[in-house]
Structures are given as structure tokens and as C-alpha cells.
């Protein structure tokens, strides 16, 4: 009869044990976690209020107190490149130890499906899998979420070494980009892929940012009657997927090219955006975004833009925002900021304006370079107008790298193409001037592509330019007196102006029409 007597206690012992909360790290410390180099390094977590926290790592050793809410952190002094890993120990109630921790540059990379594209659809991607074997090269891989409010923690895949096992996974921009530094610098790279496909920069954008500007009330307004549609949009959805799998059941039936045939000719209806959708104004930043701070990083890579180009307008004083903000919350300065400015893609239904719908939405990038330590690729020479997704992932990534080896880096490398600073008007003919146009102006494989030219009837009409060391002299002999003069302005244009060393000239337009 003395083992009920025995056991009350023990189970009391064991609920009072639950009620601890356990010592905790935020998402980015795991085994094989990546430090950047060379700044203060904030370790954070969660544990019971008023416990006792000891970090050590490197021979130091940090104090901190839980708040009130569980939250903890402490402040590593400035770290010097390590590529022998480490333990870091984390010491409360419980005691946590990540293996193999290394020194050495973070990277944040982000932005919608051509960031988060994998190596492993890559070009070349069975060659470049098979040779990934740098283990000083790491990701940590972000979980899709959407929160309505700014999240503490997020489920993320470990920080993973770059192997043939598992660089498929990588993001395949970010894994060019960190491999040319990380042979440049020869220190442990680290890269955080915290991206989205098919996402706007709006949902990227924190809450003080979105509410920081009257101008994107807008976002707002748009989102509410989106919310305030989707029940009906919902029904309507669900009645046209019905028929649409009974279609398809059909045309299965009749064997696999009819099937085949039909999906070609009738996607999958798409789902109304509603409640919890990637879409949310800032619910990538809650729930994605939030939770990495105030993690150190060296800069951030960039590749999005396509979901805002109906609406390019809009978008430069988003992304300007966005990236003031993350600069702020991230709290260490103007941290880098290097993006892609979009590819050459024909937009289904191109023509008329709508046939230009990119080319506003990269000058609204172009105009974003107006902040400080920004620095834009281009990828408007090697993309697919048939595909959205670019395969030639490697020269973005090293176009990429080009701005963080000399902006970032110090070492001196031209990084930029011809870049457009002004037009003067020569009789029936307008001379363009450029910057960044070292070693002369360059037209590949034919003469300069992509030229418009217009008069004061603000009309274009395609022209032909003539290269003059530096500058451009492009006419047309409908034009007469010119008074306007375009390159690359289309969803799609065949762009092939670049400098001696061999980089795509920027889009331009003289006017502001």
C-alpha cells in the first residue's frame, strides 16, 4: 500500500518540473550555425522569468536575466573569422550545446520565387550539385509562414552544410553569390533563405513601416476588401474547382495526351486571396522576418518585384520603405542592400502599356538605388522571355557578388553596367551619355537592340544607335528632331549594350512620360 503514498509526490515533482520552461535559443542558433564576423553578436532566447542565463562561446562568457516575459539575450563582443567550428553553451535549468559554430559572413536572402528558387532546378544543376562540397558554405532554410502580428519564433531546416546531399536545396542565387565570396574571402559564408514564391513587397514590409507613410493607406484599403469579398469569392471558387475536377476526371479518362491537353489549355483554378494568405501586408515580415531579430548580418540579397508590376507605381516608395525599416529593426546601420532587377520576361497578354509593365517596375528599382550601401544586378540580358524563372542563376549570383566584393569588401572590381546620366540633342540624332562605362560601350553579337526614339508627338518608333567610345548616338528616320530617347523599355527587350567588362547597360528613358 506505500506505492500510491510514494507516488503522489512524484507526480506532483514531475507537473511542477513541466511547469519550467526550458532554456530555448532563437531560430537561427543550431548546430552549425554561421556568426557573423567582426560586430557585436546578440544570442537570444526564452526561459523562465528571473532565471539565471550564461552564454559561452569562444572565450566568452555573457550573463542575462529572463524579463518578465521569458525573454533573454546577451551581447557577444566582436568575433574574429573562425572556420574551426565550436561549441556554444547555453546554461539555465537546462543545458543546451550547438556543435561545430564558425565566424564569418551572413548573408539574408530573400524576396519571392526567383530567390527561392533551388540549385536543384538551377542550369547545370546535376554538375553544380555533385561539386558542392564546401562545408564552411551553410544555409538555414526559413519555414513558409504568415503571422498577423510580429512573431517571437519560426520552424526552420538547421543550418545544413553545403554538400552534394544537400546544396539542391539551396537557394540557388544565394549559393552563386556566397561561393564566389566565400573563395574571394576565404571565410565561412553563411546565408539565411527567408523567401516566398509568388509573393508583393508588402507582405515583406513591417507594420511601422506599412503604417509610416499615408501613401500606402492604399495597401491597406486594397487588403480590407479583399477580406471583405472572400466569402463570396470562396463560393464562386469552390463551384468552378468542382467543375473543373469533374473536366479533368473526363479528360483522364480518355487517356494521358487528352488529359494532358486539357491542363495545358485549363489550369487548376487558383484560390481566392484570403485570411492567413502569403499576400497579408506584413505577414511575412511577422511571421518570418520578426523572428530573426536582432540577429547579426552583414547586408542582405534581394529578387522580387515581379508580384508588384501591375502595380510599379506603387512600388518604389514601398521597397525604399521596406528597406529603410529592415536596416532599423535589424538595428546595425545601413547593413547592405543588393537586389536583382527583373529579367527579361514576356508578360502573358503583352502589348500597349501592358507590354512595359516590368520595365516601370525596374525603374522603380533603379530609383531605389538612391539610398545609401544599395547596389543593383541585372539580370535583363540572361532570362527566359518564355519563363518567369531564369535558370542561369549562376551569373546572377556572382553579378551579386560583383557589389559586395568591391561596396562591401574593398576589393576594387567593376560592378555595374553602363548606367544612363543624360541626352543631348545632334541635329536628327540624340548622344547618350554614360557612367560606368569603362573600357567603351559594347554591342554583342549585333548592333545595339532595343532603341526607341521619339519627337515631340511623344510617339516611339524603333531606332538604331551607333556606339562612340563611351557615348551612344541613336537616330530614326522617323523622327526628325528628337526630343526623347529609350533602351530596354519593354517587358522583353533584346538588351545588348554593355562596358568592357561585361556588364548589361540599366534600362533608361530620357523622359518622364
Known sequence: MRLPVLRLPLVLLLAAAALRAEVTLAPLFSDGAVLQRDKPVPIWGRADAGEKITVTFAGQRREATPDAEGRWLVMLEPLAAAAQGADLTVAGKNTLVLRDVVVGEVWLCSGQS?????????????????????????????????????????????????????????????????????????????????????????????PVALAGDPRFAVVAERWRKNLEEFPAAQAAHDGRLAAWTKAAAAAQVQGKPAHEAFLKKNPRPRPPRGPGDPWTPAGLFNGMVNPLLPGALRGVIWYQGESNAERAGEYHALFAAMIRAWRAHFGQGDIPFYWVSLANYAVPADGGERGRTYAFLREAQTQTLALPHTGQALAIDIGDPKDIHPTNKQEVGRRLALL??????????????????????????????????????????????????????????????????????????????????????????????????????????SDAW
Open 114 to 206: 526567383n530567390m527561392e528558387w533551388p540549385l536543384s532546378r538551377a542550369a547545370d544543376a546535376a554538375a553544380e550539385i555533385a561539386a558542392a562540397n564546401f562545408p564552411l558554405l551553410r544555409q538555414v532554410k526559413i519555414e513558409r509562414t504568415v503571422a498577423e502580428a510580429p512573431a517571437d519564433t519560426v520552424k526552420t531546416t538547421g543550418w545544413q552544410r553545403a554538400t552534394p546531399q544537400t546544396a539542391g536545396a539551396f537557394t540557388a542565387v544565394g549559393y552563386f553569390f556566397a561561393r564566389d565570396l566565400h573563395r574571394k574571402l576565404g571565410v565561412p559564408l553563411g546565408l539565411i533563405n527567408c523567401s516566398w514564391g509568388g509573393t508583393p513587397v508588402e507582405a515583406w514590409m513591417s
Open 404 to 509: 559586395a566584393r568591391h561596396r562591401t569588401y574593398g576589393l576594387i572590381t567593376d560592378d555595374t553596367g553602363p548606367t544612363f546620366a543624360g541626352a543631348a540633342r545632334e541635329g536628327n540624332a540624340l548622344r547618350v551619355r554614360f557612367t560606368h562605362a569603362s573600357g567603351g560601350l559594347i554591342a554583342r553579337d549585333k548592333p545595339v537592340q532595343a532603341l526607341e526614339i521619339a519627337g515631340a508627338d511623344r510617339i516611339f518608333h524603333p531606332a538604331e544607335g551607333r556606339i562612340d567610345r563611351d557615348t551612344l548616338v541613336v537616330r530614326a528616320a522617323a523622327v526628325r528632331e528628337p526630343v526623347a530617347v529609350r533602351y530596354a523599355w519593354t517587358n522583353a527587350p533584346q538588351a545588348n549594350l554593355y562596358n568592357g567588362a561585361g556588364l548589361p547597360a540599366v534600362p533608361f528613358r
